[in-house]
């Protein structure tokens, strides 16, 4: 496993500590850290995900390959 050193403001650390107290199930800051990164990664990947779904469905209706919600049956 790497180590990743991070210098915050004492405010933050502060603000750590105390998230800490209320949600116990981190048992330290580095797995806290840890946690916030792969949400911070794994949202930036259902973004990319969601814009190419975007893109596909636009691409549908350009094409004429789409069908009004009122003429389905």
Do not use: C
């Amino acid at each position: 496993m790497s180590t990743l050193n991070v210098k915050i403001p004492d405010e933050m650390d502060d603000d750590l500590k105390e998230f800490l107290e209320e949600h116990p199930h981190y048992l330290n800051k580095s797995e806290l850290v840890r946690d916030a990164l792969r949400h911070l990664m794994d949202s930036q990947q259902l973004a990319d995900w969601a814009r190419d779904d975007i893109r596909v469905s636009r691409e549908q209706i350009d094409e004429g390959e789409t069908v009004a919600l009122d003429d389905l049956e």
